[in-house]
């Protein structure tokens, strides 16, 4: 074995501790050698913190690999791609979103299959037919001011008493994460009552629809953030933001991930972030830079433990209810917003 076949190894097993047998560790090796040839990476994803934290602490385990980032929110993201696909440029290497947010670019068969099982990713990571590895959940919650909602026990515990007098003019939310989380309830209770709810919310209760709506809830402007996800709320908090979040009913929890691009020039880099995104690095940069990390049932960590602590109940996105509540959450946004 050469000089440069040994530390490659070596790097790997500490990347990926006693989870992995030697097969696996001599695979990532190979994976990691091949993709410091390529020497770079174009990431394209929603969070600003994840690209951060990959910047940061990907070279301490895997250097030699030039990153560029591009934050883009998911309406935004998707439409990248379409473009540059359009214009002939070539694409991310690497995407990072929920299955919803690429929805479009999967029926339009922009994103990539992957053999993700030799690479020794577990099976139930893997979605649509190789194209998506989960590694991460969006848990939808509310979130409060603590100052102005002093006593949990007076904070709503079902969805009808959001609809309480008490509330109006008191809750805010951006337009594309309440309909993306009401559509999450709108699949026990019904699309028609889905929408009737989510205009009732809007109109009756007079709910502020912004994107600044963390800003909002932190200052006092109101006091319910209606539908947040709580990695967020949990980052305000860390910075010291009176902010907590509850839960009521179902809440749902995106399955995300990674999603390769058709055409992507540094596969091998991207196969690689995938991996070391599920790896003990991983997981413990999705917490230290975003309060980010599995909720999905039986599992253990930071983010299951804070919603177990609060009580939550969670319906994980999956491959058979993601397309019926994509499309569920269209209706209520233009049911919401008018388009």
């Known amino acids: 074995m050469t000089t440069w076949a040994l530390v490659f190894l070596t790097l790997a097993i500490l990347a990926f501790p006693a989870a992995t047998p030697a097969a696996e560790d001599r695979a990532t090796a190979a994976l990691y050698e091949a993709a410091r040839k390529e020497g770079r990476i174009t990431i394209y994803g ?8 990959l910047e940061r602490e990907l070279p ?44 479009e670019l999967i029926d339009r068969g922009l994103i990539s299959r992957q053999d993700y099982q030799a690479l020794g990713i577990p099976k139930d990571r893997i979605l649509l037919d190789g194209r998506m590895v989960a590694g991460w959940n969006a848990v939808f919650a509310h979130g409060y001011n603590t100052k102005l909602v002093a006593n949990r026990s007076e904070l709503p515990k079902t969805f009808k008493d959001l609809l309480d007098p008490k509330w109006k003019g008191r809750m805010a939310s951006w337009e594309f994460f309440l309909s993306a989380g009401l559509a999450f309830w709108g699949m026990d209770v019904g699309e028609a009552a889905a929408i009737e709810y989510g205009r009732k919310l809007v109109k009756e209760q007079d709910v502020l629809l912004t994107r600044a709506v963390s800003n909002v809830v932190e200052t006092g402007e109101r006091a319910i953030w209606l539908f947040g996800h709580v990695n967020s709320i949990l980052q305000q908090q860390v910075k010291g933001a009176p902010l907590d979040f509850f839960f009521v009913e179902t809440h749902g929890a995106a399955q995300l991930g990674t999603l390769i691009p058709e055409g992507a020039r540094n596969v091998n880099a991207a196969r690689l972030v995938t991996k070391y995104l599920l790896s003990d690095p991983g997981r413990a940069m999705l917490w230290q830079y975003a309060r980010t990390g599995d909720a999905r049932p039986g599992t253990k960590g930071e983010l299951a433990g804070a919603i177990a602590e609060r009580g939550g109940r969670v319906v994980i996105e999956s491959e058979e209810n993601f397309r019926p509540r994509a499309a569920l959450a269209g209706k209520i946004r233009k049911g919401i917003v008018g388009q």
């Open 46 to 53: 929603p969070s600003q913190l994840i690209l951060q934290g």
């Open 60 to 103: 301490k385990t895997f250097p030699g690999i030039e990153m560029k980032s591009v934050q883009l929110d998911p309406p935004d993201l998707a439409a990248r791609i379409i473009t540059e696909k359009r214009a002939g440029q070539p694409p991310a290497d690497l995407v990072i979103g929920s299955m919803r947010d690429h929805l």
